[in-house]
């Protein structure tokens, strides 16, 4: 608990001018929560073994594969340790058509590795993202206390109000084009062709069609909408709550909205 005077010295601080270094780090903060929310969804997607066995069995890969769905599931988890480990090259063996063999060629190994990179990097990016989220909270409240929440409420209302326009915004492009944002997403990736693949013969292509992409691609943006939507809740709740409270201490009522009697309602003696 702070006494009158500490109380006094924080508010003070909170009441310093908006410097541009300050105007600077709540931009960061505000950018960095869709970065954290989006990148934090498509890491659990990548390393969700319930999406590639839904994926699997709603597109028949084993049909098409001849591989069985038992090992198919396999895959997808060796496939995920690959990804998670410092192991090169992936090699995935499987039986095809009864035939155990090497499941990917050659181009479709390369190109694991270049996705491979990738996901690397989509890992830091929510490392650095949360890193910076928590390092602005820490630092905010070490340096004004509990004034500093309502400023952080603001900024997490705003970083979930961009995170959830972005996503929604990319989101309806999918459903009207989303093989021309599967494509130009490969164009601006990979600075190599190995993603031109043949889906007759590439058994990368044909275990991972592009329903399966859309559906992750769905399924990431389901998942950053709603962790954005719960932060903002809790954000604005709060931002309401402070002025509710504030009205009560400077003695006015608070508005019909925050919990008053409308007209017509008789006041309560």
């Known amino acids: 608990m702070l006494n009158k005077a500490g109380e006094c010295y924080v508010r003070n601080r909170m009441k310093e001018p908006i410097t ?22 498509v890491t659990w997607a990548v390393n969700d073994a319930g999406l590639y066995h839904r994926g699997f069995e709603k597109y028949q890969i084993s049909r098409y594969t001849g591989i069985t769905n038992h090992d198919l599931r396999q895959a997808g988890a060796d496939i995920r340790h690959y990804f998670n480990s410092g192991e090169e090259p992936l090699a995935l063996r499987a039986k095809v058509q009864g035939v155990e063999r090497e499941v990917f060629n050659q181009r479709e190994v390369d190109h694991m590795r270049d996705v491979k990179g990738l996901i690397r990097g989509v890992y830091w990016l929510t490392a650095l993202s949360a890193a910076y989220l928590l390092g602005y909270v820490a ?10 929440i309502q400023r952080l409420a603001r900024l997490s ?30 164009q601006i990736s990979f600075s190599n062709d190995l993603w031109q693949l043949d889906p007759r013969t590439d058994y990368l292509i044909i275990m991972f069609p592009l329903g399966f992409w ?20 809790v954000a604005g709740g709060y931002l309401v709550y402070q002025r509710w409270t504030a009205r009560l201490a400077a003695g006015q009522p608070p508005t019909p909205l ?10 309560a003696p």
């Open 20 to 41: 541009r270094t300050r105007r600077v780090l709540e931009l960061l903060f505000i950018l960095a929560v869709p970065l954290l929310l989006i990148t934090g969804s």
């Open 139 to 148: 630092f905010g409240l070490w340096r004004y206390r509990y004034p500093f």
């Open 157 to 186: 209302l705003w970083g979930g109000g961009v995170t959830v326009g972005l996503v929604v915004a990319v989101g309806l492009f999918s459903l009207v084009g989303f093989d021309s944002l599967f494509l130009l997403f490969h």
């Open 214 to 233: 859309f559906d992750a691609t769905m399924r990431v943006a389901l998942s950053a909408v709603g962790f954005a939507l719960i932060l903002a809740t």
């Open 258 to 267: 925050e919990g008053t009697p409308s007209k017509g309602t008789p006041d």
